[in-house]
């Protein structure tokens, strides 16, 4: 039986991502470690965990004797790091937060692999690895900086972040290097586009647009709304990272991406027209508004659900200006395609997001508000 250490698996993509591993593996077993941070939500992951197939452990990557000791408690083939803190905006209010748990805590955690996995040394003092073992880090495109109008990133674009978050998250995927070059440990790293799909956290630009949307507020878009990201449905990206666990050559570095980039604009624009176009189809949909405008015809209206909801703000900080993935290798070497178009993955993602209001409730509560204001208010 495989045995799975799954980082901030409460989080966005690590919850999607267990979700998919159980359903498609019956015999494996995770272990999430996760510290339950405002990102982190254990009601995502409720139903999945079951203290058999799949056990929860509240904690910090950082922390070492916790670490050490899940390592001695299970014999993990697997480690996959998803957990960090994941918002730009965040990071540059508080870099130093990012450089804790992004570059710290993955050190630990390879460090603690390394210490379990080893089994003997060989004559050049090398280690000598269990086998079936590989510690895989999940990066993101950031790190390697931002494109102009033209080009691609490809795995041998050179690293140059210009965010602390992207900073903090090269400063990790040099680390999981290291850790390969020095001590020859099994490791890969993934390196994929913006997400988009159920979980996620509205902080980032989609969710936060849709919740805007059913509350009836403006729709902040940072400078000219022309800057572009490269925009994957969840679900195939923990598609390309089982392929890569199981089928992925170690130490190697796979681009994620599904050549479908947007402007920000565009993607606001979408969203608008979708959750409009869903409510007039699906009537039921409009119960959710919590701005209720009572049209002529005595129904909840939603003719102000349009392009004049749009505010343009004060721009992020150095902000990038584009992201684009050319995911060449993964498609020949291990066949990965991206397998849910944009058109149909914003619909899912709307419909999910309108059905589970109350996840959206239970998550943005009092700190939320306080994040939200100070981060909106001033702009
Ligand atoms: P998220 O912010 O939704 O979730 C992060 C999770 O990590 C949360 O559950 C949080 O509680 C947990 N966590 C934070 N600090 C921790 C610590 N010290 N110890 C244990 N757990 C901790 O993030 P996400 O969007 O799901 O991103 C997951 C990973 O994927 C990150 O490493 C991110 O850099 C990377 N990534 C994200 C995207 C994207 O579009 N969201 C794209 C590419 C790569
Ligand atoms: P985000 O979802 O924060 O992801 P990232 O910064 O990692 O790409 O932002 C996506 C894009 O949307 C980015 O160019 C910033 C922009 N944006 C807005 O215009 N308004 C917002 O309120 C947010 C959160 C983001």
Redesign the pocket.
Known sequence: METYLV??A?????SNFIKYMLAKYQDIKIVV?????Y??NLGTIAEDIDGKRCVFVK????DRVLVDRLFDEYPFNYVVN??????VDRSIENPQLFLV?NIL?TQNLLDAARKAWITGKDDSGYPIWREGIRFHQ???DEVYGSLGSEGYFTETTPLDPRSPYSAS?TSADLFVKAYADTYKMPVSITR????YGPYH?PE?LIPLIIKNIIEGKSLPVYGNGKNVRDWLYVEDHCKAIDLVLHKGCAGEIYNVGGHNEKQNIEIVKLTIQTIRRLMTEHPEYRKVLKKQVIGTDGQISVDWINDSLITFVKDRLGHDQRYAIDPTKITRELGWTPETTFEVGIVKTIRWYLEHQQWVEDITGGEYMKYYEKMYDNR
Not at 33 to 37: F, I, N
Not at 59 to 62: K, L, Q, R
């Open positions: 980082t901030g409460a989080g966005f993509i690590g470690l996760d510290l339950l941070t990102a982190g904690g910090d990557i950082g998803f957990a960090a803190e994941s918002h748990t805590g999940v990066s993101t998250k994929c586009s913006n997400n956290f980032k």
